[in-house]
């Protein structure tokens, strides 16, 4: 006997909710019914792994199940050998040097005194930069930095830190507002050690309804040299699949019975007579999930302990025996 509940298990439950028939075979169901099925799965999950704030509380908790310490990467700084020339803000290079990874760079032409934005890449061998009065006749060569990298998630809040060792604070975490005046003060070079970071949503996509919208994590000043970060970050899942993937969703055992009820308070929505039953039993269900969830993530005690029964700190001469001779 097994206390885990897989993909199976759910779509039993529901299916028996929603009078479909506990041991009616899923892929034997009609195609509405198999999507009612999905739909509430779907939906349930997703108000487990997002779940609402607890009374008397102010913010939704964050499972500690979905956390996930992920590597940043920043290249280091790329000067071309090709040259170029600029007209109207858009630089134009004798070689096919520019790929899309140049795009929201920060360029540095050799003849210039000043830090441009790209905008964007506009082929092989042009890149496009916001202020478009840039005119440079000479030719010249151009330093790239990069203070972005693909970020997953796009929760308000991460802990973004420099690797171990190098006796440096975490990074602070601000808004893109405050990053672009930064980046406009002319007196101060935008070029440095990283000090603070912002999350912000990359351009919005072509086709919105076939594509997803994507963040990314911008630094400033902009990394002066090959960087990486880490950052503890929870992870930005599309439940359903994830489960028909796995068989089993994130979190163990102890959750299950959350994720059912969630689920089951979903499916209530669609009965003729809507009830709360598992509404409220799912709010029972979540705020002991939480409760477990925190003791796993939090210390069990708190300030100094003087008697030492805790054993730490305890030196091993304490447990010699010393005899004297007189």
Known sequence: MSFGVTLADLRAEVQRFMGYG???????????????????????????YYPPVLPGETTAHKWSFLQERRALNFPAPVTTTATCTVTNGV???????????????????????????????VSGTQVQVWDTSLNIGTTTTATFWWNRCDF??????????YPPATNRGPLKQTNSALIMNMEQNEY??????????????????????????????????????????????????????????????LGG????ETILTSCLAIAEE?????????????MQRLAASVMADRNQIYP???????????????????????????
């Not at 997953?152 to 830190?161: D, E, K």
């Not at 970060?229 to 359903?240: K, N, P, R």
């Not at 055992?253 to 299950?256: A, D, F, S």
């Not at 730490?312 to 005899?323: A, D, H, L, M, P």
Request: no cysteine; net charge negative.
């Open 22 to 48: 506990r041991s009616t075979v899923f892929n034997t169901m009609s195609a509405a019914f198999q999507g009612d099925v999905t739909s509430i799965i779907s939906r349930g999950m997703r108000q487990f």
């Open 91 to 121: 630089a134009t290079f004798n070689a096919s040097v520019i790929t899309s990874e140049y795009r929201h760079t920060m360029v540095k032409f050799t003849s210039e005194d000043g830090y441009y934005l790209a905008k964007t890449t």
């Open 152 to 161: 997953l998630n796009s929760g308000a809040s991460v802990n973004v830190f």
């Open 188 to 249: 101060v070079s935008p070029i440095g050690l990283p000090a603070v970071f912002a999350i912000e949503p990359m351009d919005w996509p072509d086709n919105l309804s076939n594509t997803a919208q994507t963040f990314h994590l911008r630094l400033y000043p902009w990394p002066q040299e090959k960087l990486t970060l880490y950052a503890d970050v929870q992870l930005d899942i599309e439940a359903h699949s994830l489960l028909e993937a796995a068989g089993y969703p």
């Open 253 to 256: 055992t102890v959750h299950y």
């Open 270 to 282: 669609f009965g003729d007579t809507p009830s709360s039953k598992y509404r409220e039993l799912f």
């Open 300 to 326: 069990s005690i708190f300030g100094y302990n003087g008697d030492a029964s805790d054993m730490v700190g305890q030196r091993e001469s304490r447990n010699v025996t010393v005899t004297y001779t007189p």
